[in-house]
């Protein structure tokens, strides 16, 4: 078993920065891909970024340019690092890591920008 948890949401001004950490414990051997996703209200979970172990990158079209993702594998975490947000960022983002074919899921952190 994996477990997932993440932190660092909060409520920002638009054109502002924040910075996510998800940490992953357990039987953690073996994760190759972590990913952000988030899910505003009304919608779909939609993919933000991911990164490999091999720190290959991919990111939605409404991340690039803004946000960046990494890893610090030593400390089993994953980052994602949030700049020139904007109030359609708003969204309860979820960390996603993959151990083989099943993908373990924290429990989210509100993140919210204020026009």
């Known amino acids: 078993q994996v477990q997932v948890v993440e932190s660092g949401g909060g409520l920002v001004q638009a054109g502002g920065s924040l910075r996510l950490s998800c940490v992953a414990s357990g039987i953690i051997f073996g994760i190759n891909t972590m990913s952000w996703y988030r899910q505003a209200p009304g919608k779909q979970r939609e993919l933000v970024a991911a990164?490999?172990?091999?720190?290959?990158?991919n990111y939605a079209d409404s991340a690039k340019g803004r946000f960046t993702i990494s890893r610090a594998d030593a400390k089993n975490t994953v980052y994602l690092q949030m700049n020139s947000l904007k109030p359609e960022d708003t969204a309860v983002y979820y960390c996603?890591?993959?151990?083989?074919?099943?993908?373990?899921w924290g429990p989210g952190t509100q993140v919210t920008v204020s026009s």
């Open positions: 990164i490999t172990s091999g720190r290959s990158t």
């Open positions: 996603n890591a993959r151990l083989g074919n099943v993908g373990y």
